[in-house]
Nanobody
Framework: QVHVVESGGGLVQAGGSLRLSCAASGRTFSSYAMGWFRQAPGKEREFVAAINWSRGRTYYADSVKGRFTISKDNAKNTVYLQMNSLKPEDTAVYYC?????????????????WGQGTQVTVSS
């Protein structure tokens, strides 16, 4: 079993920055991956970014490329999402997810473990 807990959400003005954290505990695997997804009001949950734990490769949605950066701290079993140049359309509940797989890092069904989510609100 793996537990993931997000933190770091909040209210920020457009153009500002926030950093989300996601701490994972429990069993991990060599093919471990962690990702961030978000769900805005009235919309479906969508992929934001992901990182392969062992290889360190990163993946981003087109909407956040160049503004968001996903990174990890192996010693702390923590993944971060640095969000810069935030826009009102980035407002959503952000979820951290973990999974044991190689494959499509954009696909929600590949992630078996999910956090409760943290609210990010960007005001205009």
């Amino acid at each position: 079993q793996v537990h993931v807990v997000e933190s770091g959400g909040g209210l920020v003005q457009a153009g500002g920055s926030l950093r989300l954290s996601c701490a994972a505990s429990g069993r991990t695997f060599s093919s471990y991956a962690m990702g961030w997804f978000r769900q805005a009001p009235g919309k479906e949950r969508e992929f934001v970014a992901a990182i392969n734990w062992s290889r360190g490769r990163t993946y981003y949605a087109d909407s956040v490329k160049g503004r968001f950066t996903i990174s990890k701290d192996n010693a702390k079993n923590t993944v971060y999402l640095q969000m810069n140049s935030l826009k009102p359309e980035d407002t959503a509940v952000y979820y951290c997810a973990a999974g044991d797989f190689y494959g499509d890092y954009h696909a929600q069904h590949n992630y078996a473990y999910w956090g409760q989510g943290t609210q990010v609100t960007v005001s205009s």
